[in-house]
């Protein structure tokens, strides 16, 4: 169940963040951002229904997980505006999954079976093998942009490390915090920097991409009350190969043939983290 659940969650991250970024291609990312974070509370809100309880600890947790995920992406965002993509979102990916494994494994103790160990492996290899862009090359840019990209990759795996840690209790509390917290930083930013809110034709994206991305944080949370945080977050973290098969299908964008090696690999790696 652990396993489905996570995959669900890198379902909906996927659709998450091809809706958020086409939805950026005609206003501010940051607005966007704080765009989402606000849609998606009708779909937290319904998932308070599921049985937990309000605990200082648990809204505490969420509002450092919801904060670091936040500053993560305002830095993935800079890192992206110095360039170059294809360099900096590899990067990104590979600490994002990095960062919980390796918690999982060296600090909690998780112990992983020989072939799970090959499909860790296999799945990290996989997601920047997807995230990257033939070509890239950070000569023109200078490494400014790969160091931002570091450091916002490790605080996405921070985020999911955080929210693992909170009371199996709790229910889906602990992401009240998160959102709160991200949302009052986000309108911060905006107000400093003077951001207008997206058109309203761009609206309904951002409506989808807030739902879905609620929606991963719920599968992804309960996912990890019922297994291993290395495997979850592998498994959870295989979103961009879900989001560059929807834009493969939906916004027509060619699959490179190291992409298509990514995404067989993937499969694979999947298979074998969950038989």
Known sequence: MAALLALMAAVSFGVSDVAGAVASRRASALAVTFG???????????GLVLPGEATLRAFGLGALAGTIGTIGLVLYLRSMA???????SPISALLGVAVPVSWGVVVSGEV????????????I????????????????????GPVVALLAGTLFGLYFVILDATPGGSGMWPLVGARVSGTLLVA????????????????????????TDVTASILFLLA??????SLVSLLASLYPVVAL???????????????????????CATTALIV
């Open 36 to 46: 989402l974070l606000v849609t998606g509370l009708p779909v937290l809100a319904i």
């Open 82 to 88: 110095v360039g170059p993509v294809g360099v900096i």
């Open 112 to 123: 992983l079976s020989p072939l799970q160990v090959l499909g860790v492996l296999g799945g």
């Open 125 to 144: 290899l996989a997601v920047v093998m997807v995230a990257w862009s033939p070509g890239a090359s950070i000569r023109a840019y200078g490494s400014r």
């Open 188 to 211: 911060v930013l905006l107000a400093t920097v003077r951001r207008p809110l997206p058109p309203g034709s761009q609206w309904p994206l951002i409506a989808l991409s807030g739902a």
């Open 224 to 229: 990890t009350r019922s297994g291993l945080l």
């Open 245 to 267: 098969l929807l834009a493969r299908s939906f916004l027509r964008e060619r699959l490179t043939p190291l992409q298509g090696v990514g995404v067989v690999l993937a499969l």
